[in-house]
């Protein structure tokens, strides 16, 4: 059955070879013009924030304000992660940013109450979340409630069970220190630099081995200048961010030395490439983009529809109770309101103006990660602009719009031209 | 001689309306069967319920002599069933080799093996007459109509089946292509596949098929030996349900 | 308040990196701007006049009830050279971590209203919010004493499930009902919490308590919007003044709900001397000083002393809400709008 | 071009006419059975609720309590109708409670600072909707962002925007007579049932008319024993809530009466008679439809898609004012949490409870009537429950699953028979 | 005699890929004109470009000898252009009378005649050879691949259009209705109409069509008479893009 017939014909399709670097770029410049802008757009929103916030705030390019938007960040860029999961197949989940709070609260209450190790604990809030996304996704898969309307009866119900784990309106302090390092201390910076060397040159090595393999089989594969170029830009890159983190940032240096990568950044890094590689080369991946695209053909090509409508809920929780546990760890304390307010909302937000769509089959867990900064860099900018209460949502939802208008009128031009 | 795959008796409705009507249905290996029809008679719908898109009011389906409970694709795979459908179900937001392994993906390790399967996508796609289609990572959506249907063509032959289903395969292919597809049709049943050749083109069936089957409103008007029958015959058979002694015996209503 | 906040933010650029750090910089953080009108309508306003007077930079936020951004909100003001941080905290937890990050950069933290438990903050300026409590159950006691109630059923309509201070409040009205209630003097009703003190939410909640216990006397509602929405409810039934309500903040709504005779009581606490006196530590720290207390607290949790200013809260009642006009938190303008107008009168207000 | 062509041949498709009432009601049984449910799930769930709740508190089926839940489910039942049109395009619009906050603040601003006359104020209020709507949905067709982000951002700016309004935080009590008794007093018996005679009049007269119509037309119509029924299901059920309310429902008769239908109630009716004429009988409802189901075929056709997005979005914010100005009403008060919280999700659960599709397409104006009283069904009986909050939470989640569940597996069955 | 519709030097890409090439092409009035090509030739992109669905990169469109901007599906309607496109562009949610009258609904004052739509619809409908759609108040997305071509087709003669574009209008019909739209193509054109027919079967080509158009890897090859060629000079042209002294003069490379 899964052994495939050996059909006569000579390969046609798999044309030219290895083409120059030039024609790589040229290939590129008329992608885009074209409309396949792919991270573009987010990217170039990204820059224009900067630039603005970079002039009317000089504090906003210091060391210190750099370590700190990752930090700031982090959570709803983890909860953002797993929500493109869910989104991909067009479904949604409410209940992700209460689900963290609930992660979050079973942490704060086996560390604290039940005095269990810290890794216990965070396996103990991972499961919980592996568990909650077990039930949304039953619910929605088996059932076949509205996605919507699960999880918004899971936001109530999770609202419910944080206040009853952390005890009706107090709070639960993490005094635990390697909890509250995760988002809150730094790698010493050899490890830092360590890791930036390790990171080059894995992506030097795959980017080769990939090359070598398919010019061996004859396919297209991309030119040796071109991988240079990428390897180049990443070592140059991150070597700056890495060399900029581990400037001392300390306000009071004679009183305390505060260098180094943010340990979230690894944390983030590393669920990033593992998902990527979930999505972009497995099998599992793949049907999730198929199912997303198109329900019916995905059914019918035998893919188990309904497991992997679970198994994306699942994920899209465990991603929440990792989020909730680093959200746990800057606060050093979880209380009531932990993943409530405006969590979700920012966090399908990252993911949508990363590029995610919400109707299904489109969109990457970079996507996230760059949604996410998008949303980071405007909290934090807003935060050094000082304004009052009432400007500051005016200002933040300008801003945003603004944000997601630079993609969006790139994005426009392309389907213009007949590309979706 | 048992046929592969035979169907006894089916029924099926949608809410109040009965669109199938105790259908009996046989394909033979190492033959081409055509199931011919009116618009609305039920071919569609009767390969659907082989396929287990839809689950079927009444009947049996037996494969082999043996009757088979089919609840989903997944079950007709298993049992070497490969239908091409007429509304063609690709992704249109994966690529032409995304789909064409879709749910068979080849791996290494855990990881999937792409380069394998762009190269023999790639063979299989040029095995059809292919030429125009720009790219092999080409979107699906960006396809032309035809190029759609080589796709799902080229998909559901991939594989070591033993029942191939084709529903209307070459509507909208080009002279040539539409020759090579009736000669892999061909080739295919030769090699010892049954397979079934849905399609509203009389020459092209009585090219390359042995049997025809003519559904009349839901209802088998007749299964002849093609060599039995002429051209005016079948035409009659699915435009009235009969043609002499051939074809339902009492009146029917729709 | 919007106005202001760019006017503090322009000051602060416009001065120079190093003479801000020499002059010192104060950041506030107020915690949300929904539970209490307070703090962008008072706590804004007096702050700005004292740091203004004392001719100090600052920098005034409003974290809007977010845990996430009132961190971030420190980080920033610590990022853009604030040397003295004066918080909210709208929790103990990440009040702590904010003041922890604060002191490893050499920024002393003072507690403003609420103390950070376990944090170890330099000092503690409040009111004290389980006297609020308090003061809401004796009143309500009262006014049904007013009332010559007999065995009358209270209804408990609460402040956020998810705000510590709600817990203070409920402490200290407990406290005073609790006793009434063991001892047959009065009956307990329904007691609910009103999520994010949505008014909207507080009128269901009451109207579905009245459906269930037709018979509520005496309704504690933890705030005037609370109140208020109770009221309405009881106007629907015609039971407007005669089931006394009480309240707290002294909102202008508050006061005209006492005067029309539909709210019993309402707490007023004299916002400016807080702020006045969180000011001065502020502004001292600022300069390098190091100012004392007139009191301290002791920490329930890290069992040591902070130094506190604590001030006192007051009950207002139908005959003193001419105080609140008096000390300037409400204006007479805005009070006696309309019908009210003959009821300032009655009640003496100038 | 918009004339027809005459083209030969006889009408073969328009069949059988006027089949009998015993013929109808067993095509009714068949449709039901093969999964074409209509409302019946929805009225299923909300029969299976109050029955629970009637069981546990008996307060619940008094006529004071049935006054009080059309009172309590207006705002977000009408916020719900107007949601109805932007997720029948397939869009969203996150910003929708907080429009109804930010009209409710014109309203109240423009009656008390101002001291306009109240007819001039709820223009106002509306007026405002009708430009945000505008706005909107000029940044979503034009602009091309996607509604999610933009409406989140709005959802942030209008925050700030109520905040201006109302004057960062404090309450502004509404004392106008006229805007207190939208959502607070009753029509006088005598109205009630005159308003009743009409509607149903009316309903038995377009019944009448339209088959006539047809049958004379020689289309197929429904059987006069039909109508007859339907018009009598109407009369009574129609005329037994119009008698409940009219009950004395006072605590205190002597003291005061309380009697009669709430104003809310003709509000409501009229609205939903006039978005669902729309909905259905215009040209207007019939492209919504269109663009909803497949946006580029709904194009192709000619349809001016972005004026008819745009359009859907003017008509969900003018009906987030109209939302808006019965919470202010209802609450005498506008503070800067009205239209907060979770209005918006209720508000939205409510149209997919009732059967609206968050994929576009699909979907009533009477689908956001039977879920809103879905939601205040919950809400209603979770308060005469007296739970604590944490319980609450959890129960009204449950109740939320339970009652969708109803409405998913009837569903399912009908799925399962191969139809959608 | 001036063409009623007329490309010059049309030019089309979809991003990198350059789909059209400078192609000319004309249909005149009374006249069929059809329009062949192999699968991914560019017939259907050259379709959306005249209906407005794709902007055009360069050339212009003339209608009655005059140049005219359509920049959207609304401007070729009120051209009196009408397309059926092969993927159909049917809202599936919409019932058959909804879907046909989709943009231009009757209306009775402010509201819908529902009345006169549904009985027009029925009408044309039964010209069509229609017979298994049960009611024309059903879904579209519950019909048969041919009973949704033929919902389609009927969309677009229902109005009194100047030209009417078919694109592969019989692909998915039996063999009374091919015959019974055939036929309707015909008296389409021969009521003053511009018909463009676009088909990969060349019996059905030679049936009706006055002129054919041989699109060739996105170049018009040849646009000649019927009556001047044979059947092999066009599956020539078709397959190769030149035939004797027809088609492109020099190599082209895809
Ligand atoms: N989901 C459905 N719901 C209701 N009716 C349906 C559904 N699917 C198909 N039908 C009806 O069943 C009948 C048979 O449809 P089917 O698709 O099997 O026809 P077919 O023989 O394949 O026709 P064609 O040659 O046009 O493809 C048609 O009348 C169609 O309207
Ligand atoms: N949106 C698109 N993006 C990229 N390429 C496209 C797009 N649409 C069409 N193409 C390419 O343009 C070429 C022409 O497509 P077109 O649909 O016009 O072919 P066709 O002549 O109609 O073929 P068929 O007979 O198969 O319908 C094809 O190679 C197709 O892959
Ligand atoms: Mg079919
Ligand atoms: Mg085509």
Chains 1, 4 share one sequence.
């Not at chain 1, 013009?33 to 792919?38: H, I, K, L």
């Amino acid at each position: 059955m899964s052994k495939v017939k050996d059909l006569p014909g000579e390969a046609i399709v798999t044309a030219t070879r290895s083409p120059s670097i030039g024609h790589s770029f040229v290939a590129y410049v008329e992608r885009v013009r074209g409309g396949d802008m792919g991270a573009l757009p987010a990217v170039l929103g990204l820059i224009v924030l900067c630039t603005v916030f970079a002039i009317a705030r000089p504090a906003f390019v210091t060391s210190i304000n750099f370590a700190n938007l990752f930090t700031q960040g982090a959570a709803i860029t983890l909860i953002a992660m797993g929500l493109v999961f869910v989104l991909l197949l067009g479904e949604i989940d409410l209940s992700a940013g209460f689900a963290s709070g609930v992660c979050a609260a079973v942490l704060a209450v086996t560390l604290t109450s039940a005095g269990l190790p810290w890794y216990v604990c965070v396996l103990a809030a991972i499961a919980t979340g592996v568990v909650i996304g077990t039930a949304l996704g039953a619910l929605v898969a088996k059932v076949g409630i509205p996605s919507f309307v699960v999880t918004l009866a899971a936001f109530l119900a999770f609202q419910g069970l944080v206040l009853v784990l952390v005890d009706e309106g107090t709070n639960i302090s993490i005094r635990n220190s390697v909890i509250v390092a995760i988002a809150n201390e730094n790698l010493p910076p050899w490890l830092g630099w360590a890791l930036y060397a390790f990171c080059v040159l894995v992506f030097a090595a795959v980017q080769l081995l990939r090359a070598a393999k398919r010019s061996r089989r004859g396919l297209t594969s991309d030119p040796m200048s071109l991988i240079a170029a990428r390897v180049g830009a990443l070592a140059v890159l991150a070597g700056l961010a890495v060399y900029v983190l581990n400037l001392e940032r300390s306000r009071n240096p004679a009183l305390v030395s505060l260098t180094g990568v943010p340990i979230v950044v690894p944390v983030i890094l590393v669920l990033l490439v593992v998902w990527t590689l979930v999505l972009r080369r497995t099998a599992f991946g793949r049907h999730i983009y198929a199912v997303g695209g198109n329900t019916e053909a995905a059914r019918r090509a035998g893919i188990p529809v309904d497991r992997i409508r679970i198994s994306a809920f699942v994920i899209c929780s465990s991603m929440a109770a990792v989020g909730g546990i680093v959200a746990a760890s800057r606060a050093s304390s979880v209380d009531p309101n932990t993943g409530g307010s405006s969590v979700l909302l920012y966090a399908v937000g990252a993911a949508v103006i990363g590029g995610t769509s919400l109707f299904g089959g489109k969109g990457r867990v970079l996507d996230a990660v760059l949604g996410g900064a998008v949303v980071a860099v405007i909290e934090n900018g807003m935060g050094l602009m000082g304004y009052g209460a009432s400007v500051k949502y005016l200002v933040t939802g300008s801003v945003l719009l603004l944000a997601a208008g630079v993609d969006a009128l790139a994005r426009k031009r392309a389907a213009a031209a007949g590309l979706r | 001689m048992i046929p592969l795959l035979e169907v006894r008796g089916i029924d099926k409705s949608f809410g109040p309306v009965k669109v199938l009507h105790k259908v009996e249905f046989a394909a033979y290996a190492g033959e081409v069967t055509a199931l011919v029809g009116d618009n609305g008679a039920g071919k569609s719908t009767l390969v659907k319920c082989v396929g287990g898109i839809y689950p079927i009011d009444g009947g049996e389906i037996l494969f082999d002599g043996n009757p088979v409970q089919v609840h989903g694709p997944r079950d007709a795979g298993e049992l070497g069933i490969e239908i091409v459908y007429q509304d063609l179900a690709l992704c249109d937001n994966l690529d032409i080799v995304q789909n064409m392994f879709l749910g068979r993906e080849r791996k290494n390790g855990l990881l999937l093996d792409e380069d394998s399967m762009e190269e023999l996508a790639a063979q299989t796609l040029s095995s059809l007459s292919v030429r125009t289609v720009k790219s092999i990572r080409q979107q699906v959506s960006s396809l032309s109509g035809g190029q759609r249907q080589t796709v799902a063509i080229a998909k559901a032959v991939l594989w070591n089946s033993k029942v191939v289903i084709l529903d209307e395969p070459t509507a909208a292919l080009g002279v040539a292509q539409t020759a090579q597809v009736l000669e892999l049709v061909r080739r295919l049943a030769d090699t010892g596949l049954a397979v079934v050749l849905i399609s509203h083109n009389m020459n092209d069936v009585f090219a390359v098929s042995d049997r025809i089957a003519a559904l009349y409103l839901g209802r088998m008007a007749a299964q002849v030996k093609t060599a039995d029958v002429t051209h005016a015959q079948v035409v009659e058979l699915i435009t009235s349900g009969r043609s002499g002694d051939l074809g339902l015996k009492n009146g029917v209503t729709p | 308040g919007g106005e202001s906040g760019q006017t503090s933010a322009s000051t602060s650029s416009s001065a120079s990196a190093s003479e801000a750090a020499k002059a010192g910089k104060v950041g506030v953080i107020l915690p949300d701007s929904k539970s209490s009108a307070r703090w962008e309508t008072a706590d804004r306003k007096y702050l700005e006049e004292a740091f203004k007077a004392a001719g100090v930079a600052y920098d005034i936020q409003n974290a809007q009830n977010d845990k996430t951004a009132f961190q971030t909100i420190a980080d920033q003001m610590v990022t853009n050279g604030a040397t003295v941080l004066m918080i909210v905290n709208l929790d103990s937890g990440s009040g702590k971590a904010v003041i922890d990050k604060a002191k490893s950069q050499g920024v002393p933290v003072i507690d403003y209203d609420r103390l950070t438990l376990g944090g170890g903050a330099a000092y503690y300026v409040s009111f004290d919010n389980t006297k609020v409590g308090t003061l809401q159950g004796e009143g309500l006691s009262k006014c049904l004493t007013d009332k010559k109630a007999d065995k009358p059923i209270v209804a408990y309509l609460n402040g956020s499930p998810t705000d510590n201070n709600a817990t203070l409040f409920k402490q200290g009205y407990d406290g005073v009902l609790k006793p009434k209630f063991d001892s047959g003097e009065y009956v307990k009703g329904p007691d609910q919490d009103v999520p994010e003190w949505d008014n909207t939410q507080a009128g269901t909640i009451f109207e579905q308590m009245l459906t269930q216990e037709p018979k509520i006397a005496g309704v504690l509602a933890a705030n005037d919007g609370l109140g208020n929405a109770a009221i309405t409810v009881l106007k629907k039934n015609n039971l407007n003044g005669k089931v006394p309500v009480t309240g707290q903040d002294a909102t202008v709504q508050g006061l005209q709900n006492i005067l029309a005779g539909d709210q019993c009581m309402t707490v007023y606490k004299a916002v400016k001397k807080e702020a006045d006196a969180a000011a001065k530590l502020a502004v001292a720290l600022a300069k390098g000083e190091k100012p004392a207390a007139s009191g301290s607290v002791k920490d329930p949790e890290s069992g040591q002393d902070v130094p506190a200013e604590l001030m006192e809260p007051q009950a207002i009642y139908f005959d003193n809400v001419k105080d609140v006009v008096a000390d300037g938190y409400v204006t007479k303008e805005e009070l006696c709008t309309g019908d009210f107008a003959e009821k300032c009168t009655e009640a003496g207000i100038q």
